[in-house]
C-alpha cells in the first residue's frame, strides 16, 4: 500500500474506527458503532463508506450471506504508524524528536502518561 493510501476523510476514519471498536458486522452493525457525536448518518452513506473503504484496501467484505459482512484489514496500529508518519513527514520535516518536544510542551499528561514518558526516557538513557 502506497503511503499516500493511508489518506482518510474524516467519515471514512469513523467507520473504521467504528469496525476496530465493534469488531466485524454488517452496514447496521457498523452504524450502532458510530461516534454519538456525529449526526445521523443514512444506511446507504454508511453502505457508501465501507465500498469506498474496500476499494482503498482498508476493509474487507463477506459477500457469502444476504447481509454482507465487513471486517477492518488493517490494524488501528498500522493507519496510526502510517498518518503519524507522513505527518511528521509534512509537518517536522521528518524530525520525530521536534514532533515529540512540540507534543509535549503544548498538550496536557495525565500523571500515568507522565510516568510512562518518563520510564521511556529512562530506558533510552540507559
Keep these: 500500500m502506497a503511503e499516500n493510501e493511508?489518506?482518510?476523510?474524516?467519515?471514512?476514519l469513523d467507520v473504521l474506527r467504528a469496525l476496530w471498536d465493534g469488531g466485524p458486522g454488517t452496514v447496521r452493525e457498523v452504524m450502532s458503532h458510530l461516534p454519538a457525536r456525529r449526526r445521523k448518518v443514512a444506511y446507504t452513506t454508511v453502505q457508501t463508506l465501507l465500498n469506498r473503504l474496500e476499494q482503498k484496501g482498508y476493509v474487507k467484505c463477506?459477500?457469502?450471506d444476504l447481509a454482507h459482512v465487513?471486517?477492518?484489514k488493517l490494524t488501528r496500529?498500522?493507519?496510526?504508524?502510517?498518518?503519524?508518519k507522513t505527518?511528521?513527514?509534512?509537518?517536522?520535516?521528518g524530525a520525530?524528536?521536534?514532533m515529540a518536544l512540540h507534543l509535549v510542551k503544548t498538550q496536557k499528561l495525565?500523571?500515568?502518561e507522565l510516568a510512562e514518558?518518563?520510564?521511556?526516557?529512562d530506558e533510552l538513557d540507559e
Design 77 to 84: 496500529e498500522r493507519v496510526q504508524r502510517a498518518r503519524l
Design 96 to 98: 520525530v524528536g521536534a
Design 110 to 112: 495525565n500523571r500515568e
Design 6 to 12: 493511508y489518506e482518510l476523510g474524516a467519515a471514512e
Design 62 to 64: 463477506d459477500k457469502t
Design 117 to 121: 514518558l518518563q520510564k521511556l526516557i
Design 70 to 72: 465487513f471486517r477492518a
Design 87 to 93: 505527518m511528521v513527514g509534512q509537518l517536522y520535516d
